[in-house]
């Protein structure tokens, strides 16, 4: 007899794997057909049982899809409406999120699968760090394929008048919730055997050379070292003083220089909203509206999105409907703290946390990759306090 819970799981193990290796889905254009196939396979499991539900999940779901409805229709009636493609991705992105009713049926621990096959991320990125270092001639070929694909950025950045390497992997935010369930690992079973991993995922953050990452790294480092060592106060304090001497030192010292012109041009999105804001102070209440465009100096032409993503929900939906979307990206850290979950589920809620901090500054949340990252949050939802 067919196990069809667990062929669901390996599904969605292959659902994150895709969106892993593959977010712009240009290499297997395999994650529609996925996730068509989790649905499909889970409508058969529940021909004869009725699903189980939560009241909040479907509220949850349908404000998700309100917002998507008035985005585009506060976009159509402003004549705004100029980029269909990218308002039906944002609409198929948000789509993801309806896996939930799945995952709280079937009970799927999506913290472990996502932390565990997030890893090809370091899997990916390392190789290509090594052939890079080691055979110069071929980083033309491999940068060129990455950028075609849409999954990585490579270029240099200098570190104490050194230049290094920088691999960004496009979902490596991902690693965030590795580097916290191999250290909560460790925590809970005192095997040494997850210290190496959990330090190959704090490398490849450090690879990637975003300010983001590796500020979330070093701060998630600081957490479990206050968990591992919380009753040597000095040596607390000590780890704690050195670590922040250490990342303020980093950032003064990390040299931006014409090779890397991420913070210039995200300075000008900055500037390019304060200007459209100011000629439109409609667009605080009412939002520009999903498919719009706004003309941006950071990359010179008009564009529907940047990587400022909380700016970009504000052009686009408009105060009121944006705080809406940031509580429903709360909602289940709220949930665990008032339910008095937090201390079990810390771990998750570290790397949700640090991960919703990540695409701040990165086209991060509003995608495939973002929202299972949000379902990672959500999936702790199907615990019944005892």
């Known amino acids: 007899m067919i196990n069809f819970r667990r062929v669901i799981i390996r599904l969605f193990a292959l659902l994150v794997v895709v969106l892993v290796v593959d977010p712009g889905d240009l290499i297997f254009h395999m994650k529609m057909p996925i996730f068509m196939l989790i649905w499909a396979t889970w409508l058969i499991l529940r021909t004869d ?3 189980y539900g939560r009241r909040d999940l479907i509220l949850v779901s349908l404000s998700f899809l309100a917002i998507s409805i008035y985005g585009i229709l506060a976009a159509v009636l402003q004549n705004n409406f100029v980029n269909d493609e990218f308002a039906f ?4 992105s948000i789509s993801i999120f309806s896996l939930i009713f799945i995952i709280y049926d ?10 565990k096959w997030a890893l090809i991320i370091c899997g990916i990125t390392l190789p290509i760090y090594i052939v890079i270092t080691f055979f110069p001639a071929l980083l ?3 940068y060129n394929y990455v950028i075609a694909k849409d999954v990585a950025k490579i270029g240099y950045r200098a570190f104490y008048g050194v230049e290094i390497v920088m691999i960004y992997y496009r979902t490596s935010p991902l690693l965030v919730f590795s580097l916290c369930f191999f250290l909560d690992k460790y925590l809970q079973y005192k095997k040494i055997k997850f210290i190496p991993i959990a330090g190959i995922v704090f490398f490849t953050l450090f690879l990637t050379g975003t300010r983001a990452n590796i500020l979330m790294a070093l701060i998630i480092a ?5 968990r591992i060592y919380s009753k040597h106060f000095f040596a607390k304090i000590i780890y704690i003083l050195g670590l922040l001497y250490a990342a303020v030192t980093f950032f003064s010292q990390l040299n931006f220089d014409v090779k890397d012109e991420s913070s210039d041009v995200k300075g000008d999105h900055f500037n390019s909203y304060l200007e459209l804001f100011d000629k439109n102070p409609n667009y605080l209440i009412h939002g520009q509206g999903l498919g719009s465009e706004f003309y941006s100096r950071g990359s010179a032409k008009m564009l529907p999105q940047t990587e400022l993503t909380y700016l970009d929900l504000l052009r686009t939906f408009g105060f009121p409907v944006t705080i809406l979307f940031l509580i429903l990206l709360l909602y289940p850290i709220m949930y665990l703290f008032k339910n008095g979950y937090w201390q079990i589920y810390s771990s998750a809620i570290v790397a949700y946390l640090a991960y919703l901090f990540i695409a701040g500054t990165n086209p991060l949340l509003i995608s495939s ?12 939802l199907k615990s019944k306090k005892k």
């Open 222 to 226: 600081a957490f479990y070292f206050y």
């Open 89 to 92: 991705g944002f609409i198929k």
């Open 369 to 380: 990759t973002g929202m299972i990252a949000v379902l990672v949050a959500y999936s702790f």
């Open 140 to 142: 033309s070929p491999i």
């Open 106 to 115: 079937l009970r799927i621990d999506v913290f472990s699968i996502v932390s």
């Open 49 to 51: 049982s009725s699903a």
